[in-house]
C-alpha cells in the first residue's frame, strides 16, 4: 500500500469538482483534489521516490515500488509558461514525503483568470485501488488518500 500525503493545504473537493474534464471524470487517474488556500506556499512531494516529470505547474513522483503520484497545480497554469512557479527540485532528484517541490501563489493563479484547484492523482491505477480519500481540510503532510 501507498499512503498519498496532500501536497499543499486547503480543502479536498474530490476531482469531481476539478473544472478540467480530463481530471474530473478520472481519465488521468482516479485520486482527489485540493482546493488550495489562496496565498504563497510550497507544494511537496506526497510520496518520497524520484522527480519522473518536473514542469513548473505540474509533476510526477515514482516511488521504489514503480507507482506515480501526479500532483498539478491548478488548471490550464501550462499556459503561464512557468510564470508564477519556481521550482524547489530539479527532475531526477530524489525526495522525501512532504519535501517541497515548487513554490507557487493560489491567489496568483486565480487573479490570472485560472482554477488554482489541484487535482492528486494515482496513476495506471484502478479506480477501486484508491481508498480513505480526505474530504475537507487538509493540512500539508496529512493522508490524502491510500493506494492499496
Known amino acids: ?28 487517474g482516479p485520486g482527489t483534489a485540493i482546493d488550495p488556500l489562496r496565498g504563497p506556499g510550497k507544494a511537496v512531494a506526497p510520496i518520497p521516490g524520484k ?12 516511488g521504489d515500488d514503480g507507482r506515480g503520484v501526479l500532483v498539478h497545480l491548478g488548471i490550464d ?19 522525501s514525503a512532504g519535501q517541497p517541490v515548487v513554490a507557487w501563489d ?23 485501488s484508491v481508498t480513505g480519500v480526505a474530504e475537507g481540510e487538509v493540512h500539508v503532510g496529512d493522508e490524502l488518500f491510500r493506494w492499496e
Do not use: N, W
Open 106 to 128: 493560489p491567489a496568483a493563479i486565480e487573479a490570472g483568470g485560472r482554477s488554482p484547484v489541484c487535482p492528486v492523482v494515482a496513476l495506471d491505477a484502478a479506480a477501486e
Open 51 to 62: 522527480i519522473m516529470k518536473l514542469h513548473p505547474h505540474a509533476y510526477v513522483i515514482v
Open 1 to 28: 500500500m501507498t499512503t498519498v500525503l496532500a501536497p499543499v493545504e486547503g480543502a479536498a473537493v474530490g476531482l469531481a469538482a476539478v473544472p478540467d474534464p480530463v481530471f474530473s471524470a478520472g481519465m488521468v
Open 77 to 95: 497554469t501550462v499556459q503561464l509558461k512557468g510564470e508564477g512557479f519556481q521550482l524547489l527540485a530539479a527532475e531526477g532528484d530524489r525526495v
